[in-house]
């Protein structure tokens, strides 16, 4: 009887306590304001901007708000306010289709991803000088976005930050940046790009309208031959521009391995000449390049890994009309060309 008594109170208790954690989780979520077109919170003291739902087409965003510092744009992780995300579309600028110019202060220190996914009439953003990280899909669809000031402060530009702005065709990048993440300028209209001496880390596939790359002559990491991007020493071919208007490209003798989407939609390219040096041609290095129908091997031993010459995406993988490789007899090249069943003629 005691051990049934016990076990009710331990349950009673038990009950309590949730409910009363319950009652004080429900009290600690985060009131949301809202005033001159903006949503927002108080944080730590300081104030984060949820949404701007105003339709001015010049924003300034203020350094502060009822007396306390702006530090972020966005929603974020946080499920601490006390109303339904979805309720408020989503964070920061999105699919605002009424603002064509955004400057932000230096007192924003943090942007949250997507945080101007979508503004189909932005043309203009000054980034504060706060900000070191463009989070991923920052600026995705932003179609019309031909103009952005970076500041001294970042150092990093997500994933797909600038995915499919096709009016961007400039882009001064700063020299403190160390990190372009994968496909940070897919589908966009950059042209050409310097690469400061601090950057260590950046991919560019998927660059339909690049034409070039240059290198900072101190930079530790990267190197560039008219206008080809390499590593340092040129034992890795990293990317070669598909806008570059060559028809005949032959890889360097310092080159040992061409990285995976290194030439990517190089459509005026027709021939490669691939040197005996070369050992290892990563999967989809020469990929959509559909007028490249000649590949010169002269590496009998060369590792030619799975869709790394001849094809092209399209839903699946289709192959290049009339692709042809040129290699030694019994070579690694000609096996490659037998299992697809590319046309193939010995050198």
Not at 9 to 22: G, K, Q, R, V
Not at 35 to 41: L, M, R, S, V, W
């Amino acid at each position: 009887m005691k051990k049934t008594i016990t076990l009710f109170l331990t349950f009673c208790i038990m009950l309590t306590s949730i409910s009363a954690f319950s009652a004080v989780s429900a009290a600690a979520k985060t009131k949301l304001h809202r005033k001159d077109g903006y949503i927002y919170a108080y944080v730590d003291g300081d104030v984060q901007i949820i949404r701007y739902y105003g339709n001015k087409s010049t924003v300034e965003v203020p350094s502060k708000i009822d007396g306390k510092n702006v530090f972020k744009i966005g929603w974020g992780d946080s499920d601490d306010f006390d109303e339904d995300r979805d309720a408020l579309d989503f964070g920061g600028f999105s699919d605002n289709k009424s603002v064509k110019k955004v400057v932000i202060p230096d007192t924003v220190v943090e942007l949250e991803d997507l945080v101007f996914d979508h503004c189909t009439n932005l043309n203009e953003v000054v980034l504060g000088d706060g900000i070191e990280t463009i989070p991923p899909l920052a600026f995705k669809d932003c179609k019309k976005l031909s103009s952005v000031t970076l500041p001294s402060s970042l150092e990093t530009i997500g994933a797909y930050a600038f995915r499919d702005c096709i009016s961007l065709k400039k882009l001064k990048l700063p020299a403190n940046l160390k990190t372009i993440e994968w496909d940070a300028f897919s589908g966009s209209g950059i042209t050409k790009l310097h690469l400061n001496k601090k950057l260590k880390d950046a991919r560019f596939w998927y660059c339909p309208k690049l034409k070039s790359l240059t290198v900072n002559k101190e930079n530790n990491y990267f190197s560039a031959k008219k206008g080809v991007l390499y590593n340092k020493n040129k034992t890795t071919l990293l990317c070669y521009p598909p806008k570059k208007s060559t028809v005949s490209f032959t890889v360097p003798k310092t080159v040992k391995k061409i990285e995976e989407y290194a030439f990517v939609g190089c459509n005026k390219l027709k021939k490669v000449k691939l040197s005996k040096n070369l050992l290892t041609i990563e999967g989809m290095a020469i990929t959509d390049c559909k007028q490249l129908k000649k590949v010169i091997v002269k590496n009998a031993k060369m590792k030619i890994k799975d869709h790394a010459l001849g094809f092209y995406l399209d839903g699946t993988w289709q192959k290049v009309k009339g692709f042809t490789i040129y290699a030694k007899k019994n070579s690694s090249a000609e096996k490659y060309a037998r299992k697809h069943k590319f046309n193939f003629k010995t050198i």
